[in-house]
């Protein structure tokens, strides 16, 4: 097999056509994510998610462009010359090294899978052969399939990455840093409301896959360039000549906590999750004022701390931090989960035991009990009191969510400025996506609760008293929430001053929470 990835060069006019030639290629024949689910259907399509091949193999039996394609660049199997033209510019495509000849067959020589972008567009993200959802075998087939050492592969979209897209902050703006690019596509999504885009890679070959991906998909190439972390930027701080600023910074590292760095795209090369640490503390010096940094990381569980207090230590000066943990695994799960992704679950009995032993004894050694998955949001607001939210939560949300991220900070940013007094002044309406919903036996004169639930976004819910659930069901941003007060004081029989007394900080919760959205004066 050979270890060359396609040799377009991205920047020859005769390539650059060449490249064009193949994108419009693989939209006349559908190779899009849409035509994928129309040919495969849902089963073999899913199937293919969990790196099951055979209903697609089974699905492409056919001829046609579309089912060449598929077995060329997804399967990754070869197929006779005449059906490859039938489908594409093949000497293109040899010319530029995307296709490989082996007598009368032809071979892709990288990944190339469809990839719908958040309006609408048609994605095609390049990896190494093997390395996207669907590549079967795990890493050491890839290995093998790609000709080059497992440290250097370069993997395709996964959960990881979807999820950072998902929850990354779209508005438009001048600068974004995409660190640890990989396949680059945090940098593809970026060049649709960014000017200008950086993408760095400890990997070389990653800042080459990325530059297809990018030519590819037919949007502007990014600023690629090679280095660990922020060195590629002037990661010095702010005090180092050169350090270069930006409106959003966005990560997928290679945050697993491992013993050791075997592969450059998983493992950070650093001690427990000092990776991601040193991340988070340096973003700050390299963020415009108001802009944000988002990055998923692992976090250790470390015996006798509170993992919220550790992280609490790593969000820099002037920094408010949404810190969120999806998930937490004991160490024996997550050393299985890795040892799994690395295919060493197929290796020799003795050398599997071993290299789980040494997981182990890592963790034992870092008094290490779990280890928490999640994201971590900064935004640079210079506030001399930041806002640091920190909160685990497993449950369904609704992609995408950066309308979501924004509107926390908002949210953080007046309640900040709004002490109780101008609380109560104000004027607050009930979220369009909450509904309010009693619970309580069959027949009952009076609910158990009352749950306040979002349909959209975090899918948060919260139980209310009596007053909450009335306060909240009558907002609609006409009255000051004082006035509701008193109102709901004379309803209930209560004081009304001791009624005010005690609610402010149950209304900052469900403001905070995003139940209830302040409303500018005048505008009620």
Known sequence: MSTHLPTADLRDPDSAARTARLRAALLTAGFTADGLL?????????????????????????????????????????????RAAAALPVADCLADGWLVRDGDEIRASVDVRPYGGP????????????????????????????GVDRAQLVLGVGGASTTLAGITVRTPVAKVLDLGTGSGIQA????????????????????????LTLALSGVPAADLRE???????????????????????????????????????????????DLCRTIVQQAADHLNDGGYCQLLANWQHVEGEDWRDRLRSWVPRGCDAWIVQRE??????????????AGDHRTGPEEYAARYDAWLEEFEARKTKAVG?????????????????????????????????????????????????????GHFRLADEVVQ???????????????????????????VDTVGAGFAGVCDGSLPAGRILDAIAQLVGEDPVSLRDR??????????????????????
């Open 38 to 82: 129309e040919l495969l259907g849902a089963p073999a399509y899913a199937a293919l998610a969990r790196s099951e091949t055979v209903p697609a193999l089974r699905a492409t039996r056919g001829g046609g462009p579309l089912p060449t394609l598929v077995r060329l660049f997804l399967l990754q199997r070869p197929v006779p010359y005449d």
């Open 119 to 146: 309006d609408g567009q048609d994605w095609w993200i390049v990896s190494d052969l093997g390395c996207a959802v669907g590549g079967a075998g795990g890493i050491r087939a890839a290995e093998e399939a790609a």
């Open 188 to 211: 593809l999504h970026a060049s649709v409301y960014a000017t200008e885009v950086t993408a760095t890679d400890l990997n070389p070959r990653a800042l080459r896959i990325a530059a």
């Open 227 to 273: 280095g660990s972390l922020f060195e590629p930027v002037g990661g010095g701080g702010p005090a180092e000549r050169g350090t270069e600023t930006y409106d959003l910074i966005v990560s997928n590292p290679p945050f697993v906590i491992s013993p050791g760095a075997r592969l450059t795209y998983r493992d950070g090369g650093m001690g427990g999750d």
């Open 328 to 341: 937490v695994q004991d160490v024996t799960q997550y050393a299985e989960l890795w040892l799994r992704d």
């Open 373 to 425: 998955f999640g994201w971590i949001t900064l935004r640079k607001s210079g506030a001399e009191d930041p806002s640091i939210t920190i909160e685990e939560w497993p449950h369904p949300v609704e992609q995408p969510l950066g309308t979501a991220v924004v509107a926390h900070f908002e949210r953080q940013d007046y309640l900040r400025a709004t002490d109780d007094a101008a609380l109560l002044a």
């Open 437 to 463: 919903e009693q619970v309580g036996l069959p027949g009952a004169e009076d609910p158990e609760h009352v749950v306040l639930r979002q349909n959209r976004g975090m899918r948060r819910a919260t139980k």
């Open 503 to 524: 609610t402010p900080d149950a209304i900052r919760t469900l403001v905070e929470q995003g139940f209830l959205e302040p409303v500018p004066a005048g505008k009620g």
